[in-house]
């Protein structure tokens, strides 16, 4: 009861996310084909650094949780090489069409397959993944489908696979862009849906091994990008 409490304790602390699935589908279907535009640099340091040290391997089979233009998708797809296999699920038919042409113009389609729906409800079976991947994904669910997410990665991951994630944080304090960035969320819920979360407590407290944690910086806000891995008892 106690670890319980704590972690109530600590959810209090997060902001929720108030609008509903239907508006974000509706929200990224529209701002898909000029995403890379205003999101897509101030992303691609961070996402790449955490890929690296995912370190996909020729031959497996994995998985990318909200995987919007496709630039990870693609990445994937060639270090799988042709014998591995890359899925993708995105809440937006914009994004996975956007990401589509992508992976054809590369000549990589062949090799992934991807889903349009809610990662909280993967439609994949147990212990399938060697990895999943989320990058700038988890912070866009709310504070209560967090932990409903990491369960269902972790539940198709195979016994010792590895998590991916990248995601702005908490952090250790509480800095002046970290209050500013929250206000700016609760005042404009519609423009600003993500917001810090804790990252590595939460991959931990679904029941992950954390192998590796880095902190970065997103703009002056503090992000993480976190390695764990099922234990071959999960």
């Known amino acids: 009861m106690e670890k319980v409490n704590k972690m109530d304790s600590k959810n209090r602390k997060v902001l929720r996310v108030y609008r509903t ?19 897509g640099v101030f992303e691609k340091k961070y996402r790449n650094r955490a890929l690296e040290l995912l370190d996909i391997k020729r031959g497996e089979i994995v998985l990318e949780i909200g995987f919007g233009t496709g630039h990870c998708l693609k990445k994937m797809a060639e270090l799988v090489g042709e014998k591995g296999k890359v899925y993708g699920i995105d809440i937006s038919s914009g994004m996975l069409e956007v990401s589509k042409r992508r992976l054809e113009k590369a ?3 062949g090799r992934v397959e991807l889903y349009c729906g809610d990662a909280s409800k993967l439609p994949y079976e147990d212990n399938k993944f060697d990895a999943v991947f989320m990058s700038f994904t988890l912070e866009l669910f709310d504070t209560l489908e967090i932990p409903k997410v990491l369960n269902e990665a972790k539940r198709v991951l195979k016994s010792n696979g590895r998590l991916g994630v990248v995601s702005m944080s908490k952090g250790k304090g509480d800095s002046f862009s970290l209050r500013l960035y929250e206000w700016m969320h609760k005042k404009f819920p519609q423009y600003i849906d993500c917001r810090p979360i804790y990252v590595e407590q939460s991959i931990r407290e679904v029941g992950f091994e954390i192998n590796y944690k880095e902190e970065v ?4 806000l503090p992000g993480e990008i976190v390695i764990a891995v099922k234990p071959s008892e999960s």
């Open 21 to 39: 699935k239907a508006q974000a589908k509706k929200a990224y279907d529209k701002i898909s084909r000029f995403y890379d535009y205003f999101a």
């Open 107 to 109: 000549g990589l389609l």
């Open 217 to 220: 910086r997103l703009f002056g």
